[in-house]
Every structure is written in C-alpha cells, then in structure tokens.
Antibody
Framework: QVQLVQSGAEVRKPGASVKVSCKTS????????LHWVRQAPGQGLEWVGV????????TNAQNLQGRVTLTRDTSTSTVYMELSSLRSEDTAIYYC????????????WGQGTLVTVSP | EIVLTQSPGTLSLSPGERATLSCRAS???????LAWYQQKLGQTPRLLIY???SRATGIPDRFSGSVSGTDFSLTISRLEPEDFAVYYC?????????FGQGTKVEV
C-alpha cells in the first residue's frame, strides 16, 4: 500500500534551518511528483513546492524563494524539504503529498511534521 | 496566480441536510483541474473530488462536485455526523498551486 511517512516534530530558533523528510513506499518513486504543503496553526493550506523525483527538478512558492530547498534520494525513495532563515511565521505543520502527474491532484498525504520556530 | 475564494466561511447545518459549498476562481482553471479536500481537526486532508467532478476512491456518493465556468461547487446531499469538518478547494492547473481559504461545516 502507498505510504508517505514523515520525520518527527522539530523545534528551532529564529534564523536556524530545518530539514524534514518524507519516505515513500508502495509505489514506483520516480513515477510521481511530490509536493510540500504547510498549514500554520488554525489556518488554511499553503503550497510550498514540488519536486520531480525522476529528474530532481523543483518549483517553489515565490514567497519562499531562496529559503526552501527540495531534494530527493532515489536510493531510499525519500524527499526532503529544507527551510532556512526560519521565522516565527514558518511555524506550521508541513505535509508531503503525492500527485500522479505534474498537473495532478494530491491523492496521498504524509502524516505531517510540526515545525515550531520559537526563541 | 489563480486565487480561489470559498464561500461561505462557515455553514451551520444539521445531520440529514444538504450542504452546498462554493469555490470561485479568479481566472479560468484549465481542464477543470480542481480538487476538494476534507480536513477534520488534527487530521491530514483527505481527497474527495478531483478534476472538478470525479469522486476519489472510497468516497461516498453523497459527495459530488460540479463546475460552471469559474464557479465550482461541492455538494453533500445528506450530511452524516462524520461530514462536519473543514473543506478546501485547490487548483492544480497552473503553478503556483493554490488553495481556497476553507469552509467549515458545523452543526
């Protein structure tokens, strides 16, 4: 069965960086794009970026440009999201989600990783 | 960027009633590439509808989606107790992928 399992909760100070992982299983890793979506406490969903696991190419949200880096490891079927220069407003649950094609709906989601940015 | 505006913000209904949620796009959504997700408190979003009107696997047929131009709707024909949640629309026709702000369906 398809599974997306994310790494555990993180706490960072402002200005630091965080790297969240999303380990996939149950399907061919390189056949599906993987997105990252975040949700601040009590707020809606915000798209962060997408990675093509086959080519390693990425597209990120404009407002996070320069601070977010998406990577993948095909040997472990894992994608990573690294966010740098953290601010309090980056406090959120970060989800990875799979799509069957570039212009695709999110059919499977990871369980989410809470990133807390606090002095 | 395609802006999605959901209305109403909150819908107060009772079990057994019909719910109609709206999602208006600021511009054309190519191929009607729009999805609806349900999110319960403390849970991961769950795909309900994709491509505006196709039900995802395992979704009951009381959930349906429709489109007219840039106006998308999600209808729940008869609310069950487990349907009280927040619903988001999302377009995936062009980058950046965007979500509506959500509609809360409450008792």
């Amino acid at each position: 069965q398809v599974q997306l399992v994310q790494s555990g909760a993180e706490v960072r100070k402002p200005g630091a960086s965080v790297k969240v992982s999303c380990k996939t299983s149950g399907y061919t890793f390189t056949n599906y794009f993987l997105h990252w979506v975040r949700q601040a406490p009590g707020q809606g969903l915000e798209w962060v970026g997408v990675v093509n696991p086959s080519l390693g190419t990425t597209t990120n949200a404009q407002n996070l440009q320069g601070r977010v880096t998406l990577t993948r490891d095909t040997s472990t079927s894992t994608v990573y999201m690294e966010l740098s220069s953290l601010r309090s407003e980056d406090t959120a649950i970060y989800y990875c989600a799979r799509v069957i094609r570039y212009n695709g709906h999110f059919d499977y989601w990871g369980q989410g990783t809470l990133v807390t940015v606090s002095p | 960027e395609i802006v999605l505006t959901q209305s109403p913000g909150t819908l107060s209904l009772s079990p057994g009633e019909r719910a109609t949620l709206s999602c208006r796009a600021s511009q054309s959504v190519n191929n009607n590439y729009l999805a609806w997700y349900q999110q319960k408190l403390g849970q991961t979003p769950r795909l309900l509808i994709y491509d505006a009107s196709s039900r995802a696997t395992g979704i009951p047929d009381r959930f349906s989606g429709s489109v007219s131009g840039t106006d998308f709707s999600l209808t729940i024909s008869r609310l069950e107790p487990e349907d009280f949640a927040v619903y988001y629309c999302q377009q995936y026709s062009s980058s950046p992928w965007t979500f509506g702000q959500g509609t809360k369906v409450e008792v």
